[in-house]
């Protein structure tokens, strides 16, 4: 009872930082959502569920982290190319393994918003990539594999 409590009040405090309305109708729409969403979780709990979601948890931080060098990374060399003016777009196709949709989406979005990159096309078997940084092929399909990889264990 006392971890249903505990996760009752982070996911309401969550909800009051996200919102930042002190409304009464805010505040009722948090307290009921914070009141399902801790039944939900307290119901498909089981003993190796904490060790999973601790993993996951450390899986998802190490995912930002990387999203958020990558962005930094590409938007550097995004803007010495722009100042240089002299590089055409380079179309990578790598195959891939993925069995989610969701998975899909994670990688495609890690792509699209890195900037200098689109996806041109995208399923659970390859992704087409246009980019305007002039990488290897090797060094592209190194780093995709690597995010599936780690999309992977997320859903493990």
């Known amino acids: ?12 405090i969550f909800w009051i930082i996200l919102i930042n ?3 009464k109708k805010s505040i009722i729409l948090g307290i009921i959502l914070s009141f399902f969403i801790t039944i939900i979780v307290s119901r498909s ?3 190796n569920t904490e060790t999973k979601t601790r993993n996951i ?5 190490e995912y930002l982290f990387i999203s958020l060098k990558e962005m ?3 938007l550097i060399m995004y803007i010495k190319d722009i100042f240089k003016q002299e590089k055409p777009p380079f179309i990578y196709e790598i195959d891939l393994d993925i069995k989610d949709k969701f998975n899909l989406l994670l990688l495609v979005n890690l792509v699209i918003i890195t900037p200098g990159t689109s996806v041109l096309d995208a399923n659970l078997k390859k992704i087409v990539i246009v980019s305007s940084h002039t990488y290897s092929y ?3 399909a190194k780093q995709i594999l690597s995010y599936q990889k780690m999309l992977g264990e997320i859903n493990a």
Do not use: A
């Open 72 to 74: 930094f990374l590409s």
């Open 57 to 61: 948890f450390f899986v998802m931080i």
């Open 21 to 23: 309305k002190y409304t």
């Open 138 to 140: 090797d060094e592209v």
């Open 45 to 47: 709990n089981n003993d």
């Open 1 to 12: 009872m006392y971890k249903k409590m505990i996760l009752f009040s982070e996911l309401f």
